[in-house]
């Protein structure tokens, strides 16, 4: 459990590594990592929550816009509550690391296009696609973090179309 700790806190010293005044000071800084589970926790169901607000507004007839606005702030919340599990310096270093730069700035280009398209121009159809958008690009960046998981996907999917 300290191993996955020290992995998740971008820490991969060992205890007796970490004998430094500089580490000391960050550790008193920091939270503890019980209130990291608990605040992720917290965050990523709020999340959900207002993604799940957001389909009900839909079926309720509140209009698209309504659903845009819940649908990406809990798409939003849920991705920022992963800052808690590593701290928000290394999450954004993850975020545009080389293997994420892309599905990391399709999601950032679908969220704001989403509110664009929604508040501003108020296209349901355009709002539509950019959540459907937002949604592929959220789940392939999600699959990042899966040891194969693109690559099986990859697989899956080119196996499925060949002739």
């Known amino acids: 459990m300290d191993k996955l700790r020290r992995v998740l806190s971008g820490n991969d010293t060992t ?3 970490e004998s430094s005044i500089i580490t000391q000071i960050n ?3 920091t939270l503890s990592w019980s209130t990291r589970i608990k605040a992720f926790c917290i965050c990523f169901v709020l999340g959900i929550l207002l993604s799940f607000l957001g389909s009900i507004a839909l079926f309720l007839h509140r209009g ?8 990406t702030l809990g798409n939003l919340v849920s991705m920022a509550s992963t800052c808690f599990l590593m701290g928000p310096l290394k999450q ?3 975020m545009f690391a080389e293997t994420r730069l892309i599905a990391t700035s399709i ?4 969220i ?3 509110f664009v398209s929604a508040i501003v121009l108020k296209k349901a159809g355009l709002t ?3 959540i459907i958008i937002q949604s592929l690009a959220m789940t392939w960046y999600s699959l990042s973090y899966i040891p194969y ?5 990859r697989n899956t999917v080119s196996a499925c179309f060949e002739v």
């Open 92 to 94: 954004v270093k993850k």
């Open 64 to 71: 698209i816009v309504v659903f845009a606005v819940f649908y």
């Open 15 to 17: 205890p007796e590594e």
């Open 27 to 29: 550790d008193m800084s």
């Open 149 to 153: 998981a693109r690559d099986a996907v």
């Open 128 to 130: 539509l696609i950019f």
């Open 107 to 110: 999601v950032i280009v679908a």
């Open 112 to 114: 704001v296009m989403t």
